[in-house]
């Protein structure tokens, strides 16, 4: 008795590269669709608008100040970020800083160099510890390279109570 094996031309095997080749294309676009954008983040999708005659809540150069949205976390009280200083948030991977008093922004902590965690703010500028590169603490631009691109900011909102969280 002789025993068949499949060959490339039968539907199983026509079936079964259906299936990986699907799996792969789904793959491929759950990458690429995480990976998206020049500073490697994933892109968030537009906040929706307001209501005409609602306030505006507080984004990172905003002025007004409201409850953080359902669930969000607070990552700092406004009170523990020196004005004309920061403070990094290690663990968020985050940079908070109050240019001018009452004015909040937020940065990734991570080093546009080469990817490094900035590891302080002082006498204006957001320092990486691993080549020297400085931002500035108003709009996370490069002050001293060798980095040449300024630090993704962070949309925030400050509320009434003090809370920063993001937006």
């Known amino acids: 008795m002789t025993e068949s094996t499949p060959t490339s031309d039968t539907p199983r095997s026509a079936a079964r590269r259906t299936v990986l080749a699907a799996g792969a294309v789904a793959l491929a676009g759950g990458t690429l669709a995480a990976c998206g954008g020049d500073d490697g983040e994933a892109k968030k999708p537009a906040a929706p ?12 150069s905003g002025s007004s100040a409201e409850s953080p949205a359902a669930g969000a ?24 800083t109050q240019p001018t008093a009452g004015s909040f922004r937020c940065f990734s902590a991570v080093c546009t160099h080469q990817g490094c965690l ?6 204006g500028t957001i320092d990486c510890p691993c080549h020297g590169s400085t931002f500035k603490v108003a709009d996370g631009a490069v002050a001293k390279g060798p980095a040449t691109r300024p ?16 937006a």
């Open 49 to 60: 608008e307001q209501p005409a005659g609602s306030p505006a809540p507080q984004s990172s």
């Open 73 to 96: 976390e607070v990552l700092i009280k406004s009170s523990e970020v020196p004005v004309g200083g920061g403070t990094v948030l290690k663990d968020q991977k985050l940079v908070v």
């Open 118 to 123: 900035v590891d302080k703010v002082a006498d």
């Open 151 to 166: 630090l993704p900011e962070k949309k925030i909102i400050v509320a009434a109570d003090g809370g920063i969280s993001l």
